[in-house]
């Protein structure tokens, strides 16, 4: 399938920052610079904001998600938030399996993979996330482990929940390093992805994959990573941030 026939998504991953108050504020800055984005546009707030970034979005185009969700409706698990509890506000996406979760809060691949299918179930639209730290790359074994973490965060998600998926490769020796992976590196690790699915579910199942690249993408790198064939997007932590190079970076999404 043409990449053109996929959707691309650029998604912002504000992390820990920003007060409901600040939250508001930027959704303000950004909703005039994301008019007529040729690109899916989604904001992943902390969950303190969602109400505000909501209500500021409301009209606009714009998707918005979480940063995480429980594998549990309900129950006791002290501080967690649920994938209902996310939807009923009117939440769309959920960013699962980031490897700020895996390295400072003891994410492993199985329970990413009860998370996938929690937000699933819970009718949210997934950013799954997956990639290699810097020794496993110098190892060589970057597309074999980005695509065993694929296998197991996708375990027993059914064929029909796919198109409520997103995959997002993200070297952790990029993110917020100020280190991009060239754009060869970002396609190769993208295909080798879409080849993953494929293999699970078919080609044509592949083929539609939005998989997006993360990792210092910014303003001045976004075109030359979004023009590869298999990069379908990029979800943007600093530059997020920042509406202008967020919005340049919509604007060479939607080229
Ligand atoms: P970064 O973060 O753009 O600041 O590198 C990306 C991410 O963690 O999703």
């Known amino acids: ?87 009923s506000m009117g939440v769309q996406y959920v960013i699962i399996g980031h490897s700020e979760r895996r390295q400072y809060f003891g994410e492993t691949d199985a329970t990413v993979n009860r998370r996938v299918r929690a937000a699933l179930a819970g009718g949210l639209t997934v950013i799954l996330c997956v990639g290699e730290v810097l020794t496993q790359r110098e190892q060589g074994v970057t597309c074999e482990l980005v695509g065993m973490q694929t296998k197991i965060a996708l375990g027993g998600v059914a064929p029909e929940e796919l198109k409520n998926v997103i995959i997002a490769y993200e070297p952790v020796w990029a993110i917020g390093t100020g280190r991009t992976a060239t754009a060869e590196q970002a396609n190769e690790v993208c295909r080798a992805i879409r080849g993953t699915v494929s293999s699970l579910y078919g080609a044509a199942a592949g083929d539609a994959m939005t998989i997006q690249y993360g990792g210092s993408m910014n303003a001045g790198n976004a075109a030359e990573l979004l023009a590869q064939p298999d990069v379908d997007g990029g979800l943007i932590g600093g530059a997020s941030l920042k509406p202008a190079d967020f919005a340049a970076i919509i604007a060479a999404a939607g080229k």
């Open 1 to 87: 399938m043409n990449k053109a026939l996929r959707r691309a998504v650029i998604a912002g991953n504000w992390k820990m920052n920003k007060t409901p108050g600040e939250a508001a504020e930027l959704m303000e800055q950004l909703k005039p610079l994301c008019e007529g984005a040729g690109c899916g546009v989604v904001v992943c707030a902390p969950f303190v904001d969602l109400h505000a970034v909501l209500e500021a979005a409301q009209g606009t185009g714009i998707g918005v998600g979480a940063q995480n969700c429980h594998w549990e409706q309900s129950g006791a698990f002290t501080g967690e938030i649920s994938a209902p509890m996310l939807a």
